[in-house]
């Protein structure tokens, strides 16, 4: 299921009329006179002499992080294993609810804690990267972009032998989406509040939907329907990622988020990425979950 602070996100940049340039029409919040800085959080030192590091990760969220046999899995929590391994401490993870936007999930886990009995977690993983977010949001370090993700569409490879479908298609033939995500609004706003569009609780569901033939085709986020189509290997179902007209922000990148009053730890972080990436450490995880792995801009 995306989470809803994603989605709220990419809704943001992604539909015609949300995008915008790099700190177009910000001001910058008023900054407090004679008052001393409220230290949240561990700094990076006390997490290498306690060592332990804590990564806030969103539940329920297959394939990048969710309960498995009671333990975390998935690869957001490859990558926080990954990231600990680089700094010498061991990991922990916090499953966390999403919220309404990106926003609340950074300031309940990141740099402030919730109103009551919150705190924050070291790192937040799977926060996508944009501009307007660093104009927008001074109190976190956006860094450690480590991948790239897409909306997609899946497919039965029976019902398409000549030619890969596009969003056209869904004007004539029915397509499984998960309610109320960038691929419904997109699709209903392409082509209309039509029947054919079939709405689940989540893109896992939605695949499973077209597994059972109840569809001809799934729309959403790669991963999230590269996953499904592991799930149901003898059914014949590929993904592919074909050009969408009129949305803006097709694409994204997958960064972590990190208290900007610890920007030390944040550059330990982006560098043990950067090495990660290089020596392919980070495509073999994605490789391990039967994932596309697409590098990021960084």
Avoid at 51 to 62: K, L, M, R, T
Avoid at 182 to 211: C, E, N, Q
Avoid at 268 to 288: C, L, Q, S, V, W
Wanted: glycine share 10%; with cysteine.
């Amino acid at each position: 299921m995306m989470c809803r602070a994603l989605l709220a996100f990419l809704v943001s940049v992604a539909l015609p009329g949300g995008a915008f340039a790099r700190c177009e029409g910000y001001e910058p919040q008023p900054k407090p006179q004679n008052t001393f800085g409220q230290d949240v959080g561990r700094d990076f030192d006390r997490i290498i002499e306690e060592g332990w590091i804590e990564f806030a990760v969103y539940e329920d969220y297959a394939p990048w992080s969710y309960e498995e046999k009671g333990k975390p899995a998935g690869v957001d929590i490859e990558i926080g294993r990954l990231i600990a391994k680089a700094l010498g401490v061991e990991p922990k993870f916090r499953l966390v609810a999403s919220g309404e936007n990106l926003e609340a999930d950074l300031l309940n886990y990141v740099w402030k804690g919730a109103a009551v009995g919150g705190r924050v977690s070291d790192v937040m993983l799977h926060v996508p990267y944009d501009s307007a977010l660093v104009c927008r949001i001074e109190q976190v370090t956006f860094t450690g972009q480590y991948a790239t993700e897409k909306v997609a569409i899946a497919y039965r490879v029976a019902d398409y032998e000549d030619q890969a479908p596009t969003p056209p298609f869904f004007r004539f033939d029915p397509v499984a989406v998960e309610n109320d995500s960038i691929a419904d609004f997109y699709l209903t706003s392409l082509i209309g509040p039509v029947d054919k569009i079939h709405r689940y609780r989540s893109t896992a569901a939605a695949m499973d939907g077209l597994a059972k033939h109840e569809t001809k085709a799934a729309m959403g986020p790669r991963a999230e329907l590269e996953a499904g189509a592991s799930r149901h290997p003898d059914d014949g179902l590929k993904v592919h990622s074909p050009t969408l007209v009129g949305l803006g922000r097709g694409k994204w990148t997958l960064g972590v988020g990190v208290n900007s009053q610890h920007k030390d730890l944040g550059y330990a972080i982006d560098e043990a990425i950067e090495k990660a990436i290089t020596d392919g450490e980070i495509a073999r995880i994605f490789e391990g979950h039967d994932l596309t792995f697409t590098p990021p801009q960084r």
